[in-house]
């Protein structure tokens, strides 16, 4: 009965044959379909080459941010960070800010540059006012309306 079974079900299947084992030799199921062994090989070094790159323009970049989150810091008078120093030094200690950032940085400090300066001109053109001239204007509008407002 049980050959009965068996045989109707491989009647089923449409005749085909139970799977096979996978091949013993690991070396030869590890290589993709229609490709030598040095060819797999040379594609396995491309794909480290290219992992390789992607991961050093990676760490360029996040020390390029930690370059220009350094210098905010150093700029704001805020506590350091040790992951951007350690960022650095990964990515080899001398790291050149981005033009487009540098730029926005110089921007930031021309503005704060230019706040100061308009603070210190402000007291400089203090110096120069003619203080009787405009109390004496001031004691003039004064009167004047004292003579038009009655409540006064």
């Known amino acids: 009965m049980a050959s009965f079974f068996t045989t109707a079900l491989k009647n089923l299947r449409g ?3 139970e ?10 199921a590890t290589l993709p379909n229609g490709m030598s062994r040095e060819e797999f090989e040379e594609y ?3 794909l480290l080459e290219e992992k390789i790159e992607r991961d050093k323009a990676f760490a ?3 020390a390029e941010r930690a370059a220009v989150r350094m210098h905010l810091r150093d700029k704001y008078h ?10 650095l030094h990964v990515a080899g200690g001398a790291v050149e800010v981005p033009q487009e950032l540098a730029a926005m ?10 706040e100061e300066e308009g603070a210190f001109a402000f007291l400089t053109k203090l110096r120069e006012i003619d203080l009787p001239a405009l109390r ?9 309306v004292k003579e038009k407002c009655s409540l006064m």
């Open 60 to 62: 360029h970049k996040k």
């Open 44 to 46: 396995q070094r491309q």
């Open 15 to 17: 005749g085909e044959e």
């Open 19 to 28: 799977p096979q084992a996978p091949p013993k030799d690991t070396k030869a």
């Open 78 to 87: 805020l506590a350091q960070d040790e992951r951007d120093d350690a960022q």
């Open 105 to 114: 940085v110089r921007s930031e400090e021309e503005e704060e540059e230019e």
């Open 136 to 144: 004496g204007r001031a004691l003039g509008t004064v009167d004047e």
